[in-house]
């Protein structure tokens, strides 16, 4: 069954420094989606992004945030200066055009600023 | 904005029992997704639902989406150490691709 791959599993990076987040989505999904949930707390909506452009950010997606789709398959969530409090697990999420929002989320990776 | 309350929070049960989560919301949702997430892994979807007083079954789970769809509800009968997880449940204001919104999780420990 298809499924959606996000690379790396665990990235540690020193405060300030810049981190890309890859993500594969299924392959005949158009919407996609970056989630995080820092540790104990709620799954937050960070960005979606559909036809090539964001359709909607969330407060948190600041001017140090933006996603990419460089080809065909993949989506990228890049942080320009990393922060503590971006200490987080990021989920990738895509969905196919359809009536229902259905959202399949990838495994994660684990940000760990220090 | 929207909230999506679940309660309860924490659940720890015999095998064999039966409970039900619920999610609980002021507002109005066109779906809501049930999702189940192990420790250091991705949300899984269990189950969408669209339509208000629907009713879906996946096995020994049964899901509601309330007449209103500003609520919802996960009951699991004869619960089994395998259904040990965070249950969330996540709802959706549009079906054009908008975001979905989670509730907190119902942590469910069920012992043998």
């Known amino acids: 069954e298809p499924e959606v791959t996000q690379t790396p599993s665990h990235q540690v990076t020193q405060m300030g420094q810049e981190v890309i987040l890859r993500c594969v989505p299924i392959s005949n999904h158009l919407y996609f989606y970056w989630y995080r949930q820092i540790l104990g707390q709620k799954v937050e909506f960070l960005v979606s992004f559909y036809n090539n452009e964001i359709s909607e950010k969330s407060e948190i997606f600041d001017d140090q945030f933006s996603v990419e789709r460089p080809d065909g398959s993949n989506f990228t969530l890049k942080i320009r200066s990393t922060k503590l409090e971006d200490s987080a697990m990021y989920f990738c999420?895509?969905?196919?055009?359809?009536?229902?929002?259905?959202?399949?989320f990838g495994p994660g990776t684990r940000l760990t600023v220090l | 904005t929207q909230l999506l309350e679940q309660s309860p929070q924490f659940l720890s049960i015999q095998e064999g029992e039966n409970l039900t989560v619920y999610c609980n919301s002021s507002s109005v949702f066109s779906s809501l997704q049930w999702y189940r997430q192990e420790p250091g892994e991705g949300p899984v979807l269990l189950v969408t639902v669209v339509t208000g007083g629907e009713v879906k079954k996946l096995k020994r789970l049964t899901f509601q989406f309330g007449d209103a769809r500003k609520d919802s509800s996960l009951h699991i009968t004869a619960a089994q150490p395998g259904d040990t997880g965070l249950y969330l449940c996540a709802g959706a204001r549009d079906n054009q691709g908008g975001k979905l919104i989670f509730g907190q999780g119902t942590e469910l420990s069920v012992k043998p």
């Open positions: 999420a895509s969905r196919r055009v359809g009536p229902y929002n259905e959202q399949f």
